[in-house]
């Protein structure tokens, strides 16, 4: 039974950092792509970063580009999602998924090929 776990969310202040963890159970994260998105209050889901597996090539959002950083632990087995210079804009809740690539798809910003996904944890930025 593949099962993804968030965890790490809380309230920051903008300019704050917090790191997101994705702890994987069911199989080993080693094998394969996973990615980090989020939807915002009234917004639909927006991709935010995405690691291989084949290589640990790392892809990012415009948005979050020079402030996130996606990582793996493969003894830990779990990926993280560390977010510095927050915004009050990256409030969301933010979600792991997997699925049966080591690639991330091209169209990984959509969530093309993740068929797994965590419960989210939530992110909120304010002052």
């Known amino acids: 039974q593949v099962q993804l776990v968030e965890s790490g969310g809380g309230l920051v202040q903008p300019g704050g950092s917090l790191r997101l963890s994705c702890a994987a159970s069911?199989?080993?994260?080693?094998?394969?792509?996973i990615g980090w998105f989020r939807q915002a209050p009234g917004k639909e889901r927006e991709g935010v970063s995405c690691i291989t597996s084949s290589d640990g090539s790392t892809y990012y959002a415009d948005s979050v580009k020079g402030r996130f950083t996606i990582s793996r632990n493969n003894a830990a087995n779990t990926v993280y999602l560390q977010m510095n210079s927050l915004k009050p804009e990256d409030t969301a809740v933010y979600y792991c998924?997997?699925?049966?690539?080591?690639?991330?798809?091209?169209?990984?910003?959509?969530?093309?090929?993740?068929?797994?996904w965590g419960k989210g944890t939530l992110v909120t930025v304010s002052s």
């Open positions: 998924a997997t699925g049966s690539s080591t690639k991330c798809s091209s169209w990984w910003v959509y969530g093309h090929g993740m068929d797994y």
């Open positions: 069911g199989f080993t994260l080693d094998y394969y792509a």
